[in-house]
């Protein structure tokens, strides 16, 4: 029998998408790429995640590696003021 001061076990999908920073409908996206376990009672609509779960999502993405790609061979340019004179508009 569980000890009623033992923390929560299961995150509802508005508290993870609040840890991550994200709205509910991109962890719905998680869950469905298979990126976030989910348990979810038959003939119900509510979706629980274990909180163990969503504490491996979060090393994961913080162990990914950021690489900065940069484009080469672009040239920024001013954009350029055309010479012809300017149509005057009449109604």
């Known amino acids: 029998m569980a000890d009623a001061r033992e923390p929560r076990k299961f995150l509802t ?27 979810q009672a038959p003939g119900s609509s509510r979706v629980l995640y274990p909180l163990e779960a969503v504490e491996e999502l ?20 001013r954009p350029q003021i055309s010479d012809k004179p300017k149509k005057e508009w009449r109604i």
């Not at 840890?19 to 409908?25: A, D, E, G």
Request: charged fraction near 30%; aromatic fraction near 10%.
């Open 13 to 39: 999908q508005g508290e993870v998408a609040y840890r991550f920073r994200v709205s509910p409908s991109t962890i719905k996206n998680w869950r469905t790429r298979g990126l976030l376990q989910f348990f």
């Open 58 to 77: 979060e090393r994961q993405s913080l162990q990914q590696e950021k690489e900065v790609v940069r484009l080469t061979g672009i040239k920024r340019e």
